[in-house]
């Protein structure tokens, strides 16, 4: 039947062929029975009778095929047969075997629910499968292969031909099939695909489907090409794999199906960041949490809803967000204990159901310390509070009261420098240091290259040169600025103030709004002159890595003296961070220390430059979840719980070995959710990390990529575009051509023949 509906409309009817038996039946039935008697004046009749036998019967045969092929064709003619060009060739022999390969995007944007309550991703499938019959009626030999983005080294099916039974599997499959909570997409499929046409063993047409929802960052550049741009010119688009085949001589044909929704709209978290890079316990920490509206319309009525751990904060009603933008809410977290925590955010719209509902939810596992590891290293230390170098520092670092600052300092002398192990410090603070010696240069440039912070005040006791000479070394070293001269502005007895400062910085963050009125009151009376390092090749790194340039420095804060000089320097080393600030850290030259924002500031300087947490508590759904382990602290072997714990046990990990440590590795993190990892002490005590792998937030803008901008993305080769696969089967079947003219032009000669022929033959006897 299948073979019968490549070229009738109505297979089923062709069964009238079997009409043919009926002139056949006709025939024999009116065959006379005689009996025989002998009649001698007859023998004569019978011999003539014989003579003429062969030819009545080859003329009776003639007329019964004639009318037997009169049947034939009519019921030919109720079964409406066609014809296709294509169909033309493969009777002549000159069509080859195609390769149908099928590619369903299966990422969570498919996962959209339309207004019918069906999913895109039901869409798709659907297509899959009209597709699949429609190839099946064309060329039934042919093979078929299902690909999904999430999956391309794994077929869904793979089907040698287009029989009902591989149908029935290609249906069960993709009615067994749902989107994932993964951001796959093209750029890693088509090359996968272009690997298996390749490895195809005879080089047959190929023709290549790809039904997705044609999202725009996943099929175009984030700057479009200009119209009149040769191709030449332009980058590489996902296409290019198959481009190159088809350069090098392969035939294939390329068809995107669109099956995105049409104007989609769609409320999402998209991140929560920690505003300072350690959590600590019983101190609150402030975490910006991400909404994005990727609609065409504003939303009024949004709602977030916050816990920690398993405590539910009040819930926030959320300002008003225009299209397509992003609203940053500031989120203040208490975690009551040290250890392992977690927070998790929701976000809704009361207005009407979030139809993607998979990016409403997000996820943040914190690494909750007892406390932060300050070092200060006191350049003029006294028994006199009041003349100590660090004693002002140190207070607001760990003021005294019931609320904890949550800083645990140690304060040494420059003469120790040489021999303090700087690893077990989150951040080091230099105060008016006299000079650093060789030794704990290195050592300080290799603690900040791991991730360390440092500080460094200047006072009326640095040697400028030795700092310019070994710590600025050109713009290659530690030092963020070459020093210049001691600026005294002490004559007019007012000194100079803050003048301008990097608002948006996490330093200067708390100081919005009237807030900024409290920096303008502090008073400088001296301050070193400073110029910021520009941009310039690291060469700090050790020789076996690879020298990268670093940024140039930046002035987070400036005075307003006549050069508006700066008063806080910031610039990277490796992956640490370093902060000069231009004055004392006592009030020997300033008298910032009786001013209400000495302590907020230094607070925030610490809680900036400290070194982060080596803990991952968020991650992105596809990419491993990586934990280094301490061996001296922690077994080897830990317990990984899913998101389906408890209805899913706790998988065994072993930790593995690396250059740098032993390390957990769980890289099969395809669905959203909470993951934790049960570690076990010495001692026998178990301790959790959480992590919360958490949807890709690219996925969801679901805006559709226009068949303009694909034309123009897309240059290497040429493609159809498909919005809907139903269109694409109309346009097959308005390229049949019905053969029931020349039928009916052939039946009208063959009566005529055959009544001519009868007459004929009548005649003859």
Known sequence: MNWLSTWLFHPALALGVAAVASPILIHILSRRRFKLVRWP???????????????VQIEQLILLALRCLIVALLAMLVARPFLRPSAAAAILGSAPRTERIILLDDSFSMGYRLAAGQTVFARAAQSVDQLARWIAGESPDDSLTLLRTSQTKQPLVALPGLGEENLARLHDALSQSAATDLAAGPADALPAIADLIRSAPVHANTAVWIITDLQRKDWLPENLVAAGQSSSSRPPSVIAPLAALAAAGRSIRLTLV????????????????????????????????????????????????????????????????????????????????????????????????????????????????????????????????????????????????????????????????????????????????????????????????????????????????????????????????????????????????????????????????????????????????????????????????????????????????????????????????????????????????????????????????????????????????????????????????????????????????SDTGFHLLWDRTDHVGLYSLELKRPSGDSLLRYIYVNPDPRESDLRRATPDELRAALHEMKFEYVRNIESAADQSASARRELWWPIVLVVVGLLMVEQTLARWFGARG
Do not use: C
């Open 258 to 657: 669109d099956v995105g929704a049409e104007h989609p709209d769609n409320l999402a978290l998209t991140a929560i960041d920690a505003t300072a890079p350690r959590a600590i316990a019983r101190v609150p920490g402030r975490y910006l949490v991400s909404v994005t509206n990727f609609s065409d319309a504003a939303v009024n009525d949004a709602e977030l809803r916050v816990a920690i751990a398993e405590q539910a904060l009040p819930p926030v009603a959320l300002k008003r967000i225009e299209p397509h933008q992003t609203l940053r809410e500031s989120v203040e977290a208490n975690f009551p204990n040290e250890g392992s925590n977690r927070i998790v955010a929701d976000v809704a719209a009361s207005s009407a159901p979030d139809r993607l509902p998979l990016d409403n939810r997000r996820g943040f596992g914190a690494d909750v310390a007892a406390a932060i590891s300050l070092l200060i290293v006191d350049g003029e230390p006294s028994n006199d509070d009041f003349r100590d170098e660090v004693h002002l520092l140190k207070t607001a670092l760990s003021p005294a009261g019931r609320v904890s600052s949550g800083n645990d300092i140690r304060v040494i002398t420059d003469e120790q420098l040489a021999t303090i192990d700087f690893r077990s410090f989150d951040a080091v603070f230099l105060a008016n240091v006299y000079r650093v010696d060789e030794n704990a240069q290195h050592k300080l440039e290799q603690y900040v290259r791991d991730g360390g912070g440092l500080v460094i005040f200047t006072g009326d006791q640095i040697d400028t040169a030795l700092y310019n000479d070994r710590l600025f070394a050109a713009g290659r070293g530690l030092l963020p600025a070459e020093l210049g001269e001691t600026i005294s502005v002490i004559g007019d007895g007012q000194g100079v103030t803050i003048d301008s400062w990097d608002a948006a910085h996490p330093i200067f963050r708390p100081f919005a709004g009237e807030a900024a009125q409290l920096l303008r009151g502090a008073r400088f009376y001296a301050f070193t002159a400073a110029r910021p390092a520009g941009e310039t090749a690291a060469t700090s790194a050790p020789a076996s890595q690879t020298t990268t340039t670093r940024p140039a420095a930046r002035a987070l804060a400036t005075l307003t003296d006549a050069e508006r000089s700066p008063l806080m320097i910031e610039r990277s080393y490796g992956d640490g961070r370093v902060l000069l600030v231009t004055t004392s850290a006592d009030m020997e030259w300033n008298a910032w220390g009786r001013d209400p924002s000495y302590l907020p500031v230094m607070l925030q300087i610490a809680q900036y430059v400290v070194r982060p947490s080596e803990f991952t508590g968020q991650v992105i759904a596809g990419n491993p979840i990586r934990l280094s382990i301490d061996p001296n602290q922690f077994a080897l072997t830990a317990k990984l719980r899913l998101p389906s714990y408890p209805a899913d046990p706790p998988y065994p990990i072993e930790a593995k070995p």
């Open 41 to 55: 004046a007859m023998e004569f009749l019978l011999a003539a009778h014989k003579r003429n036998r062969r030819r």
